[in-house]
């Protein structure tokens, strides 16, 4: 038999708080009273909640007085169970309401007092002693070497479970944003999926974890497929049969099962004096894994940032980081959306190909900054998380980056922020690609006409040189018949050859019209070249496109614009930064924005130096406007629109430049030779 007497109300108020408030919810109740039964001695309470302070006296006077049916007398309802510990009888626990009405979740009461007898069963036991903790010192070894906290979950049972008796354990880790108990991977033994299923909110009133962690007193049951205060799913899945659980503090709550013999006070008060020790180690695992897991993000994204200042081309780097990200986010998709472009996926982990799918159409459909999670729905159902991201490169929308995990945990802040880097890299990188490509498309046309150049300088002239001197044996009557025949078969094929090269001439100095994303990045290379002046071009992937087509004179005057804007920035601005930019803008209109930073200069008409008069003209001529602004801490900005509708659409007059046909162009070459006077 367990002999205790009865603490002060002050101190016994302390060890119920946390019990009492959550009984009271649970219950319904409007207040709740844990009554201490010294045997012979009146009875004491020990802990109440909801209790004004005349009734609280009077409660005690009536229980002191023993007065039989007070309780009943004094509240409409009254729902008690006894406190019970090795068969005697040590209290009970009442839960009152001043007015008639049924109570919430009865069956709990019986919970909370076996939860009552075992905090009174171990206040007057004995101190743990220190040599039943002395593996615990195995542990902090242990944490510093997990890279995981399946890794960690398997420290503990190897640590604590041999105290018990070869038991299994589990730790429930609290999200206090959210107000939910999360079981860690690998608790139980159990499959990351099914530990994830596992999450309970902590206001939960039929969760054995949630009442543990609120009541912050321990509980054990060893019939557990019979207790209802334990879901009966979580004991099916994780093969429950005998558990006991206590509080890790505000870290959470440690689960310790399937002790081959029952759980006694002798397993609590040794489980509670892991408690501390326990938590502390989880806490250290949680900063330790965190840290590794920002140092890991930071090394991805770096190398990311390397390889586009290297000018990588995004194919070769891209997909390989985004599998790494994907694996350090625990993400199981990780998709980049274009809005004009196949998506660029990564995968890890266990997939779901239908919820893939459901989230790249979110993604598609423009969802903006978006994340939800879908909590677990039933037992082995681990939930899941996305995360979408809108992708842009300035002003100018790129695409989604969208990422979902198959576990309802929503991505931490570090994980977007290191999501929304890449989605700024990606951007830059795209960006990028497309700038050297202008490049590229400009060396190649400039080459093509230095090649025209040369055979024109050097190719043709041979050629008209040797025809010329086959004229001259011709005319001076000094070969016979068969040979003169042989010279003008000569001729004919030096023609032919001539006719040839002049042809080829003419296709490579007139390429196709070069598009309007082209003939900017021309110009930007011109200036750079000619000023010294580092320039930033961004031409948005619809208005490349979408102003493909654009009337020749319309094109000339946006590219003559761009090239008086920059050169006004370049001798008049001073030191700055300047940057191109073409967009289409809601109302369907083909934007040029040149803007910098510098000092600025302005002319007798209010415009920059030399002014832009004559633009402006030319720009509205074009059906257009032209506007420039100065920022209230210097620099300029040059924007020039014209309606989309300038482009060529086959009607209305507009025309296309054909090239001439292959035979066309001979005949023009073999025109040209005949009439073209000799060389100088």
């Known amino acids: 038999m367990i002999t205790l007497v009865a603490p002060p109300l002050g101190d016994g108020q302390a060890g119920f708080d946390g019990l009492t408030v959550a009984a009271r919810r649970s219950l319904g109740s409007e207040a709740i009273v844990i009554v201490f039964e010294p045997g012979a001695r009146p009875p004491v309470v020990v802990a109440a909640e909801g209790l004004a302070a005349q009734e609280l006296a009077e409660l005690e006077r009536g229980l002191a007085e023993r007065r039989p049916g007070f309780l009943e007398r004094e509240f409409e309802g009254v729902l008690?169970?006894?406190?019970?510990?090795?068969?005697?009888?040590?209290?009970?626990?009442?839960?009152?309401?001043?007015?008639?009405?049924?109570?919430?979740?009865?069956?709990?009461?019986?919970?909370?007092?076996?939860?009552?007898?075992?905090?009174?069963?171990?206040?007057?036991?004995?101190?743990?002693?220190?040599d039943r903790l002395e593996r615990l010192g195995e542990l902090d070894q242990l944490v510093l070497s997990a890279h995981s906290f399946e890794d960690l979950s398997r420290a503990l049972t190897d640590v604590i479970g041999p105290l018990f008796g070869g038991a299994i354990t589990a730790v429930m880790v609290s999200d206090s944003q959210r107000n939910v108990l999360q079981m860690i991977p690998g608790s139980f033994g159990a499959d990351p999926e099914v530990a994830a299923s596992h999450q309970v909110s902590i206001f939960d009133p039929h969760s054995n974890s949630a009442r543990i962690f609120t009541t912050g007193q321990p509980y054990f049951s060893n019939a557990s497929e019979h207790d209802a205060s334990i879901r009966k799913e979580?004991?099916?899945?994780?093969?429950?049969?005998?558990?006991?659980?206590?509080?890790?503090?505000?870290?959470?709550?440690?689960?310790?099962?399937?002790?081959?013999s029952d759980f006694t006070l002798d397993d609590v008060e040794r489980a509670r004096a892991l408690a501390p020790r326990i938590a502390s180690i989880v806490e250290l695992a949680t900063t330790l894994f965190r840290l590794r897991r920002q140092q890991q993000l930071d090394g991805i994204l770096s190398n990311v940032a390397v390889a586009v200042a290297s000018g990588s081309s995004s194919s070769d780097f891209l997909t390989p980081a985004l599998v790494e990200l994907c694996v350090a986010t625990d993400a199981s998709l990780l998709a980049i959306v274009p809005d004009d472009a196949p998506p660029v996926l990564a995968r890890s982990g266990p997939r779901d190909e239908e919820l893939e799918r459901l989230v790249l159409e979110e993604a598609g459909s423009d969802p903006g900054v978006r994340a939800y999670v879908v909590g677990p729905q039933k037992a082995g159902d681990p939930g899941w998380a996305a995360f979408y991201l809108p992708v842009y490169l300035g002003r100018q929308r790129m695409g989604t980056l969208a990422a979902y995990r198959l576990r309802g945990e929503p991505f931490a802040q570090a994980e977007r922020s290191a999501l929304a880097r890449m989605a700024n890299l990606a951007a830059l990188a795209r960006a990028t690609e497309r700038y050297q490509q202008q490049r590229a498309e400009l060396a190649r046309l400039q080459e093509r006409q230095?090649?025209?150049?040369?055979?024109?300088?050097?190719?043709?002239?041979?050629?008209?040189?040797?025809?010329?001197?086959?004229?001259?044996?011709?005319?001076?009557?000094?070969?016979?018949?068969?040979?003169?025949?042989a010279i003008a078969r000569a001729r004919g094929q030096l023609i032919r050859a001539d006719t040839t090269i002049r042809t080829v001439i003419y296709r490579l100095s007139s390429p196709p019209a070069a598009d309007i994303g082209t003939r900017l990045a021309s110009v930007v290379s011109s200036v750079e070249e000619e000023f010294s002046l580092a320039v930033r071009l961004a031409v948005a992937d619809d208005a490349a496109s979408r102003a493909k087509h654009l009337r020749r004179p319309v094109s000339d005057t946006l590219v003559k614009v761009a090239r008086?804007?920059?050169?006004?920035?370049?001798?008049?601005?001073?030191?700055?930064?300047?940057?191109?930019?073409?967009?289409?803008?809601?109302?369907?209109?083909?934007?040029?924005?040149?803007?910098?930073?510098?000092?600025?200069?302005?002319?007798?008409?209010?415009?920059?130096?030399?002014?832009?008069?004559?633009?402006?003209?030319?720009?509205?001529?074009?059906?257009?406007?032209?506007?420039?602004?100065?920022?209230?801490?210097?620099?300029?900005k040059v924007t020039a629109s014209v309606p989309l509708g300038a482009a060529e659409n086959g009607g209305g007059g507009a025309r296309r430049t054909a090239l001439p046909s292959a035979a066309t162009a001979a005949r023009l070459a073999e025109a040209t030779v005949a009439a073209s006077p000799p060389p100088a």
């Open 80 to 130: 008690s169970a006894g406190v019970m510990l090795d068969g005697e009888r040590l209290g009970a626990i009442h839960a009152l309401k001043r007015r008639a009405g049924a109570f919430e979740n009865e069956h709990l009461i019986t919970t909370f007092a076996a939860q009552v007898a075992t905090a009174f069963g171990l206040r007057r036991r004995p101190a743990t002693e220190e």
């Open 234 to 260: 979580y004991v099916d899945v994780f093969q429950i049969r005998r558990l006991l659980s206590v509080p890790l503090g505000q870290i959470g709550v440690l689960h310790v099962a399937n002790k081959p």
């Open 450 to 485: 230095r090649i025209a150049d040369d055979l024109h300088d050097d190719v043709a002239q041979i050629l008209f040189a040797a025809q010329l001197t086959l004229d001259a044996l011709l005319q001076r009557d000094i070969v016979d018949d068969e040979a003169a025949e």
């Open 564 to 636: 008086e804007a920059l050169v006004n920035a370049a001798k008049h601005a001073g030191p700055c930064r300047v940057g191109v930019s073409l967009e289409i803008s809601r109302r369907d209109r083909v934007v040029l924005t040149v803007a910098d930073d510098g000092r600025g200069a302005t002319g007798p008409d209010g415009l920059p130096h030399h002014g832009l008069i004559s633009l402006r003209r030319a720009v509205r001529e074009q059906g257009g406007s032209l506007r420039v602004s100065r920022a209230a801490g210097g620099g300029t």
